[in-house]
């Protein structure tokens, strides 16, 4: 069964940082980019981050530019989220996805179901 | 940065009947268009790609047309487990890959 599994998450304080893990499990996620998703309480979703299936691209959002780093294990089979700086704004349930697409990119064929970071004092 | 403008922000619809949404593109995306499905507390499920082509397992009631800047998703015969909310998403010029904003399809 082809399946994500986000973890990491939690409650952290403003300038603090949090790694947040996904595993797959039911294919190899070394055959595709894989991106990052946020969606902030109430809100719609944010495309947050991206990384190519060999891990030679990485593209971010403004919004977490230079704050926050994706990178992934293909040995392990998961794909890892940076956060470092936290702010407030950077609230929100954080899911991976899979990028179907395999020369170009394409549409999000498999989501996690999500890990919930919370940034207060 | 494509700006993706979905309407309406909710759609009343009785169930059996057929909903109409809107996605438009601040500039063409070509048919580089998906739709998505997300329920309360759930992930997104991929609905449509390439602007009409359903994924896997989606029922047949659920269709997408459309191409440059205008694009519209359409639920034959609403299901009780289709009131959620919809998502449009532009992959053709990245990054940022963007998302409108949602529309809601609540019970009439």
């Known amino acids: 069964q082809v399946q994500l599994v986000e973890s990491g998450g939690g409650v952290v304080q403003p300038g603090r940082s949090l790694r947040l893990s996904c595993a797959a499990s039911?294919?190899?996620?070394?055959?595709?980019?894989m991106h990052w998703v946020r969606q902030a309480p109430g809100k719609g979703l944010e495309w947050a981050a991206v990384?190519?299936?060999?891990?030679?691209?990485?593209y971010y959002a403004d919004s977490v530019k230079g704050r926050f780093t994706i990178s992934r294990d293909n040995s392990m089979n998961t794909l890892y989220l940076q956060m470092n700086s936290l702010r407030a704004e950077d609230t929100a349930v954080y899911y991976c996805?899979?990028?179907?697409?395999?020369?170009?990119?394409?549409?999000?064929?498999?989501w996690g179901h999500g890990t919930m970071v919370t940034v207060s004092s | 940065e494509i700006v993706m403008t979905q309407s309406p922000a909710t759609l009343s619809v009785s169930p059996g009947e057929r909903a109409t949404l809107s996605c438009r593109a601040s500039?063409?995306?070509?048919?580089?268009l998906a739709w998505y499905q997300q329920k309360p507390g759930q992930a997104p499920i991929l609905l449509i790609y390439?602007?009409?082509t359903r994924a896997t397992g989606i029922p047949a009631r659920f269709s997408g047309s459309g191409s440059g800047t205008e694009f519209t998703l359409f639920i034959n015969s609403l299901q009780s487990e289709d009131f959620a909310f919809y998502y449009c998403?532009?992959?053709?010029?990245?990054?940022?890959?963007?998302f409108g904003q949602g529309t809601k399809v609540e019970i009439k």
């Open positions: 990384i190519w299936d060999d891990g030679s691209n990485k």
């Open positions: 500039q063409s995306v070509s048919f580089n």
């Open positions: 390439g602007a009409s």
């Open positions: 996805a899979r990028d179907f697409g395999h020369e170009l990119p394409d549409a999000f064929d498999v």
């Open positions: 039911g294919f190899t996620i070394r055959s595709y980019a």
């Open positions: 998403q532009q992959y053709n010029n990245w990054p940022p890959w963007t």
